[in-house]
């Protein structure tokens, strides 16, 4: 497990690469250019500002997170191709930057929905929050004015441009049924997997969160069934999945410990986290602690152990705890708790496994 912390660049995050670098064991950041609108080809100079940045810090920049999808591309309007077209150029550069691992996703309009993103819990942190009712009832139109956004960082999935269109995206997708989805997702794989392959550089779809349409948009990354039907789309390594406990354990019924085992050689990423479902649906981001939450996140670390995976890793959202101003869900405090939780459970299966080889050896 290579462990790796996301970073949203300076002027654009409140930790700093120096506070990274004091979390054990962290080997890379990772990043992206969030200022580039999705489907815009990534200028090389702001990429080389970036791994400059990080190199001087002591860290790696092997993951993307993310290049976004043009919605075309999702809608699959002939436009599309322009868009792809500079999706590839975007690849090209960042193997030219030895980058390892892209992630992105292909979730229609949105990216991750919350209705609360500081519900205060009753130690008194905050957390990201999803009350299943107020989705339900509300027209998402409206939505984007009720989340409170602070407009100086750009939140992934609340870009200004994607909010812009909103009306008209709707518009758009009334038609999209989620096999037309599949579709436009099998030719956008067709298209770029080569590419990547040729650059040295895993592709690696995030799951859709939480895992369900919304907002009668259609969503597709959500299941363990789902995902096997993606993997086969292009059946090539350099097609994988960014494999996150948090947005899959939203909905109980997956079986994340089964999807390690199954897909293990097509995990390049892990995003490890842990989430509270209540029994009406709603729910509420927690600390890593499996027993803090509804995942088992001992279970998941075993499984990634047992599987020998040597892929990336990174805490995902944490709480605000210790009175943090920060992006919703990306404080430091939190997240570095839960990489020395994550550490903790990887450490003591490594200590396991080494004392029941002596064992072996000394029979
Ligand atoms: C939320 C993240 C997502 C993720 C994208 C990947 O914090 O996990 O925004 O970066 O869905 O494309």
């Known amino acids: ?209 939480p895992p369900w349409p919304i907002f009668g948009l259609p969503r597709i990354m959500t299941s363990q069934d789902n995902f096997r039907r993606f993997l086969k789309l292009v059946d090539s390594p350099y097609n994988g999945i960014t494999l996150c406990s948090g947005s899959l354990g939203a909905n109980t019924g997956n079986d994340i410990v089964s999807m390690i085992h199954e897909f293990t050689d097509r995990i390049p990423f892990a995003h490890i986290r842990n989430v509270r479902v209540f029994d009406n649906g709603d729910f509420i981001e927690t600390s890593h602690r499996t027993e803090d939450g509804t995942v088992d996140i001992a279970g998941i670390v075993k499984a990634y152990y047992e599987t020998g995976f040597n892929g990336y890793a990174r805490p995902d959202h944490g709480r605000h705890i210790w009175e943090e101003q920060c992006r919703p869900g990306y404080g430091l405090y939190d997240r570095a708790l839960g990489i020395m939780y994550l550490w903790g459970l990887w450490d003591s299966l490594k200590r396991v496994e080494h004392k029941q080889r002596k064992k072996v050896v000394a029979k």
């Open 1 to 209: 497990m290579r462990m790796t912390f996301r970073w949203f660049g300076e002027g654009n995050d409140t930790v700093s690469l120096d506070q990274i670098k004091q979390i054990p064991g962290v080997e890379g950041i990772v990043w992206a250019l969030h200022d580039v609108p999705a489907g815009e080809e990534w200028p090389m100079d702001k990429i080389l500002h970036i791994r400059d940045q990080a190199h001087r810090a002591g860290f790696h920049i092997d993951v993307v997170e993310s290049v976004n999808v043009h919605e075309d591309i999702k809608l699959g309007l002939p436009s599309r191709d322009v868009y792809i077209d500079n999706y590839k150029k975007t690849i090209e550069k960042l193997g030219q930057v030895g980058v390892k691992v892209i992630c992105y996703n292909f979730m229609p309009v949105f990216d991750w929905v919350r209705t609360d993103l500081f519900k205060e819990a009753a130690d008194g942190s905050t957390a990201l929050f999803y009350e299943k009712s107020r989705i339900e009832d509300v027209d998402p139109l409206r939505l984007v004015d009720k989340i409170n956004v602070n407009p100086s960082l750009t939140m992934p999935g609340w870009e200004p441009e994607r909010m812009q269109h909103l009306a008209g995206l709707f518009e758009a997708y009334k038609e999209v049924t989620e096999e037309h989805l599949w579709d436009n997702l099998g030719y956008f794989l067709k298209e770029i997997i080569p590419v990547a392959a040729k650059h040295g550089i895993k592709m690696a779809i995030h799951p859709d969160d």
